[in-house]
Nanobody, 124 residues
Framework: QVHLVESGGGLVQPGGSLRLSCASSGVTLAYYSVAWFRQAPGKEREGVSCISKSDGRTYYGGSVKGRFTISRDNSNHAVYLQMDNLKPEDSAIYYC?????????????????RGQGTQVTVSS
């Protein structure tokens, strides 16, 4: 079981940028597909982005496509989420998890793999 820790959240103005990091405790994430999810108060969990283990293919939720970029650094055992042109509706707790990819839009978290999350608040 992989233990993941997210960081990089914070308060940013609309139009600003943040870079989230998802780090594993010494286990290379190259062997896993990893996804970012977010959940805002009173809303369901939303899949934000995913990077596959097999070919590095990337997937994005419709609301973030063109603004967010997922990448991985296998030497640092990390996956990153670059978030640009942030909007107030992007405010949520963001967390990463290892996942099984079933389709372009269906990424199911592996049991117990998600981290504690990092808060992103977009507000002027």
């Amino acid at each position: 079981q992989v233990h993941l820790v997210e960081s990089g959240g914070g308060l940013v103005q609309p139009g600003g940028s943040l870079r989230l990091s998802c780090a594993s405790s010494g286990v290379t994430l190259a062997y896993y597909s990893v996804a970012w999810f977010r959940q805002a108060p009173g809303k369901e969990r939303e899949g934000v982005s995913c990077i596959s283990k097999s070919d590095g293919r990337t997937y994005y939720g419709g609301s973030v496509k063109g603004r967010f970029t997922i990448s991985r650094d296998n030497s640092n055992h990390a996956v990153y989420l670059q978030m640009d042109n942030l909007k107030p509706e992007d405010s949520a707790i963001y967390y990463c998890a290892t996942v099984t990819v079933y389709s372009d839009t269906v990424w199911i978290p592996d049991f117990g793999s998600r981290g504690q999350g990092t808060q992103v608040t977009v507000s002027s």
